[in-house]
């Protein structure tokens, strides 16, 4: 499998081999990344690839540091509830 970063198209994608299988897009204000949309091709639905492009993008943003998710997309909502551990980037969790 193989992440790309596509800061132009403001979008995060995932293959196999030469094939897009998955994308997640994102509007990024500087302070907060809001990911708008999770998409997985078709024919490639139903092996976790949209959960792990949403892995690996939240991975790379924890790693640069700086900015904040929102999670706009139903999916990805979804996958931050399913991953507890990975909430603290959320822009409405507040520091105790």
Known sequence: MRFTH???ASRYTLHRGDDLVS???YRDDG???A????YTVPTFRGH???GELVDRAVAELERTGGRRVIPVCW???DWFTAN????EILA?????
Request: net charge neutral.
């Open 75 to 77: 999916y990805v909502a």
């Open 31 to 33: 302070s907060t990344v």
């Open 48 to 50: 976790g690839y949209a």
């Open 92 to 96: 409405d969790r507040r520091s105790a």
């Open 35 to 38: 990911m708008t949309r999770a």
């Open 23 to 25: 994308v997640l897009d």
């Open 6 to 8: 596509e800061p132009d």
């Open 84 to 87: 507890p551990g990975r909430g």
